[in-house]
């Protein structure tokens, strides 16, 4: 998500106590309750969009995060069936999530993803740590790509992402 969205706050008589943020064509729509004090409606804003701006950030911002992130999924997802020599950030991807070069199990992350929730990036380390032992996108290849939490939630994330940014 990018960091500098505008924030559009809108009070709500029907509001009584909760509030809500949520990204509507570009921009951070707060909904607040219309009775909030100017106060309370800055602290409530600044901690509620700094919580969406954590929940659509990934946690991995270096190449060492990616590669950690990567050793950890391969345990915990893929019985360490996977060999990783690398993962980093590239920025020359703009038309694939990932890349894997399966002699050297060397894995590229597109920087397209670095604001993206973790579960969105776990799929995608998960399905190139799958090509260092499976090739091609057979069943099988799925069978253990889409063990990741997530996966099918995460396939739509990036459709959604690729069609409207």
């Given amino acids: ?8 706050v809108i009070r709500s008589a029907k509001r009584t106590k909760t509030v809500q ?4 064509d570009g921009k ?3 909904r607040i309750p219309a009775r909030m004090s100017k106060a309370e409606e800055e602290k409530a804003v600044g901690e509620i969009v700094e919580k969406l701006r954590r929940r659509n950030r990934s946690s991995a911002s270096s190449d060492s995060d990616l590669l950690e992130r990567a050793h950890r999924l391969n345990k915990s997802v893929l019985d360490s069936k996977a060999r990783v020599e690398s993962v980093r950030w590239v920025s020359n991807q703009t038309g694939r999530w990932g890349s894997c070069t399966v002699a ?3 894995i590229r992350i597109s920087d397209r993803l670095r604001n993206v929730p973790d579960y969105v990036l776990d799929a995608v380390l998960v399905h190139e740590l799958t090509h260092t032992f499976i090739p091609g996108h057979s069943a099988e290849f799925w069978e253990w790509a889409d063990k990741t939490p997530l996966a099918e939630r995460a396939k739509g994330y990036l459709e959604a992402y690729q069609r409207w940014g």
């Fill in 1 to 8: 998500m990018q960091e500098m969205l505008d924030i559009e």
């Fill in 104 to 106: 050297t199990a060397e």
């Fill in 21 to 24: 943020a949520r990204i509507v």
């Fill in 28 to 30: 951070i729509q707060v």
